[in-house]
Protein backbone atom coordinates (compact mmCIF):
# COMPACT_ATOMS: atom_id res chain seq x y z
CA UNK A 1 0.00 0.00 0.00
CA UNK A 2 2.80 2.27 0.97
CA UNK A 3 6.04 1.93 0.65
CA UNK A 4 9.33 4.35 0.85
CA UNK A 5 12.41 4.36 -1.40
CA UNK A 6 16.00 5.42 -0.61
CA UNK A 7 18.74 6.40 -2.83
CA UNK A 8 21.93 7.94 -2.99
CA UNK A 9 24.04 6.20 -0.53
CA UNK A 10 27.63 5.26 -1.25
CA UNK A 11 31.32 4.90 -0.44
CA UNK A 12 32.93 8.45 0.12
CA UNK A 13 36.25 10.05 1.34
CA UNK A 14 36.40 12.52 4.13
CA UNK A 15 35.60 15.39 3.48
CA UNK A 16 33.03 14.41 0.33
CA UNK A 17 29.35 15.08 0.06
CA UNK A 18 26.57 12.71 -0.75
CA UNK A 19 22.61 13.64 -1.45
CA UNK A 20 20.20 10.75 -0.43
CA UNK A 21 16.74 11.03 -1.51
CA UNK A 22 13.50 9.15 -0.25
CA UNK A 23 10.46 9.05 -2.26
CA UNK A 24 7.07 7.32 -0.51
CA UNK A 25 4.88 5.80 -2.83
CA UNK A 26 1.12 4.70 -2.86
CA UNK A 27 -2.04 5.89 -1.81
CA UNK A 28 -1.11 9.15 0.39
CA UNK A 29 -3.79 11.85 1.16
CA UNK A 30 -0.63 13.91 2.73
CA UNK A 31 2.69 13.66 4.74
CA UNK A 32 3.16 15.05 7.90
CA UNK A 33 6.99 14.93 9.20
CA UNK A 34 9.34 13.54 6.74
CA UNK A 35 12.64 12.68 8.22
CA UNK A 36 16.08 10.29 8.33
CA UNK A 37 17.25 8.02 10.61
CA UNK A 38 21.06 6.80 10.79
CA UNK A 39 22.26 3.44 12.75
CA UNK A 40 25.66 2.06 12.66
CA UNK A 41 27.05 -1.10 13.84
CA UNK A 42 26.60 -1.62 17.77
CA UNK A 43 25.25 2.02 17.78
CA UNK A 44 21.86 3.18 18.46
CA UNK A 45 19.40 4.23 15.94
CA UNK A 46 19.75 8.10 15.94
CA UNK A 47 17.65 11.23 14.17
CA UNK A 48 19.38 12.64 12.15
CA UNK A 49 17.10 15.12 10.48
CA UNK A 50 13.41 16.04 10.19
CA UNK A 51 11.24 18.11 8.71
CA UNK A 52 7.72 19.16 9.04
CA UNK A 53 5.31 19.54 6.27
CA UNK A 54 5.43 23.38 6.18
CA UNK A 55 9.10 22.88 5.96
CA UNK A 56 10.63 24.06 9.05
CA UNK A 57 13.90 21.79 9.98
CA UNK A 58 15.89 20.17 13.43
CA UNK A 59 19.14 18.51 12.90
CA UNK A 60 21.15 16.29 15.59
CA UNK A 61 23.85 18.51 17.09
CA UNK A 62 26.42 16.05 15.45
CA UNK A 63 25.53 17.15 11.58
CA UNK A 64 24.38 20.63 12.09
CA UNK A 65 26.32 23.12 9.64
CA UNK A 66 26.98 19.64 7.31
CA UNK A 67 23.20 18.32 6.51
CA UNK A 68 20.55 19.96 4.89
CA UNK A 69 17.12 18.21 4.82
CA UNK A 70 14.68 19.54 2.38
CA UNK A 71 11.40 18.31 0.62
CA UNK A 72 9.60 18.48 -2.37
CA UNK A 73 5.70 17.58 -1.31
CA UNK A 74 4.51 17.39 -4.78
CA UNK A 75 6.68 14.69 -5.31
CA UNK A 76 6.42 13.37 -1.65
CA UNK A 77 10.12 13.28 -1.91
CA UNK A 78 12.71 14.30 1.23
CA UNK A 79 16.23 14.70 0.85
CA UNK A 80 19.19 14.98 3.00
CA UNK A 81 22.42 16.90 1.37
CA UNK A 82 25.42 15.72 3.39
CA UNK A 83 29.07 17.80 3.15
CA UNK A 84 32.01 17.74 4.67
CA UNK A 85 31.15 13.96 5.54
CA UNK A 86 33.30 12.38 8.43
CA UNK A 87 34.22 8.52 9.15
CA UNK A 88 31.40 8.75 11.97
CA UNK A 89 28.83 9.43 9.57
CA UNK A 90 29.17 5.94 8.13
CA UNK A 91 25.84 4.12 9.26
CA UNK A 92 22.79 2.96 7.64
CA UNK A 93 20.26 5.63 6.63
CA UNK A 94 16.55 5.08 6.69
CA UNK A 95 14.00 7.61 5.97
CA UNK A 96 10.53 7.58 7.24
CA UNK A 97 7.13 9.73 6.87
CA UNK A 98 4.34 9.84 8.54
CA UNK A 99 1.46 9.15 6.10
CA UNK A 100 -2.02 10.30 6.80
CA UNK A 101 -3.71 7.54 3.94
CA UNK A 102 -7.08 8.84 4.28
CA UNK A 103 -9.39 9.93 7.20
CA UNK A 104 -8.59 8.77 10.43
CA UNK A 105 -5.38 6.30 8.94
CA UNK A 106 -2.43 7.94 9.95
CA UNK A 107 0.78 5.70 10.10
CA UNK A 108 4.40 5.57 10.03
CA UNK A 109 6.48 4.07 7.14
CA UNK A 110 10.42 3.40 6.90
CA UNK A 111 12.28 2.97 3.47
CA UNK A 112 14.54 0.25 3.41
CA UNK A 113 17.87 1.78 4.57
CA UNK A 114 20.90 2.89 1.89
CA UNK A 115 24.43 2.72 3.16
CA UNK A 116 26.81 5.56 3.91
CA UNK A 117 30.49 4.54 4.26
CA UNK A 118 33.30 7.49 4.96
CA UNK A 119 36.52 5.74 4.05
CA UNK A 120 39.95 7.06 2.81
Known amino acids: QVRLVESGGGLVQPGGSLRLSCTTF????????MGWYRQAPEKQRELVAVISSDGRSNYADSVKGRFTISRDNAKNTVYLQMNSLKPEDTAVYSCYSDVLRSLGKREAYWGQGTQVTVSS
Open 26 to 33: GSIFSIYD
